[in-house]
Nanobody, 127 residues
């Protein structure tokens, strides 16, 4: 099982930017579906973005399109978040799975079918 460690959360004002990082415990050439979920208090967990490591295949949820960009460098996946809004406030979790078939938006990965989760990093956006 891959261990994941997130960093980069914090507090910003609306319109600001943050970059989240998720580092896997080991680098492997074996491709994975990696990405980010978020969960705000009292709300359901929501998929944000996913990427197939080693390929340029990235997928976004509706809340992320046009504002967030997911990318990967070796064993680290990044989520660049721009034009942040108060409704982006949530705990952000990194997740990964070796099953690539569910990585496309709406697939099994987006339903939480992952085999590794990070501890989460808090993002707070003030108005």
């Amino acid at each position: 099982q891959v261990r994941l460690a997130e960093s980069g959360g914090g507090s910003v004002q609306a319109g600001g930017s943050l970059r989240l990082s998720c580092t896997a415990s080991e680098y492997t050439y074996r491709r994975k579906c990696m990405g980010w979920f978020r969960q705000a208090p009292g709300k359901e967990r929501e998929g944000v973005a996913s990427i197939v490591t080693g390929l340029a295949s990235a997928y976004y949820g509706d809340s992320a399109k046009g504002r967030f960009t997911i990318s990967q460098d070796k064993n680290t996946v990044y989520l660049q978040m721009n034009s942040l809004k108060p409704e982006d406030t949530a705990m952000y979790y990194c997740a990964s799975h070796f099953d690539l078939s569910g990585c496309r938006y709406g697939g099994s990965w987006w339903l939480g079918n992952t085999n590794s989760w990070g501890q989460g990093t808090q993002v707070t956006v003030s108005s």
